[in-house]
């Protein structure tokens, strides 16, 4: 029922920030929950950040927090990640989803989620 396509990544230094963008299909995007995971090679996929589908509630993990900003902008069907003072640690495929608010599920786990984009590579140089 939804398109995600993550855009945004590139290459930082250290300190530095990103905004990635997640644009969504169709006419029910106020209807998902929408999250932020990340991949780095060799690792598993973890939870970054959500957002509640009327961007009432966020989410974070503990790494990120206080460093990056979920957002989003249902007039344009679009999830933003505000990602300031970049690590190293930070670099990962970031990965974009959304969750059917109805299915009353964790916004944490990744499993939980029903529709991914493509993914977008955040690098963070040293």
């Known amino acids: 029922q939804v398109q995600l396509v993550e855009s945004g990544g590139g290459l930082v230094q250290t300190g530095g920030s990103l905004r990635l963008s997640c644009a969504a299909s169709?006419?029910?995007?106020?209807?998902?929950?929408m999250g932020w995971f990340r991949q780095a090679p060799g690792k598993e996929r973890e939870f970054v950040a959500a957002?509640?589908?009327?961007?009432?509630?966020?989410f974070y993990a503990d790494s990120v927090k206080g460093r990056f900003t979920i957002s989003r902008d249902n007039a344009k069907n679009t999830v933003y990640l505000q990602m300031n003072s970049l690590k190293p640690e930070d670099t990962a495929v970031y990965f974009c989803?959304?969750?059917?608010?109805?299915?009353?599920?964790?916004?944490?786990?990744?499993?939980?989620?029903?529709?991914w984009g493509q993914g977008t590579q955040v690098t963070v140089s040293s």
């Open positions: 169709g006419r029910t995007f106020s209807n998902y929950n």
């Open positions: 957002i509640s589908r009327s961007g009432g509630m966020t």
């Open positions: 989803a959304a969750q059917d608010y109805r299915l009353g599920a964790s916004l944490l786990s990744g499993d939980k989620y029903n529709y």
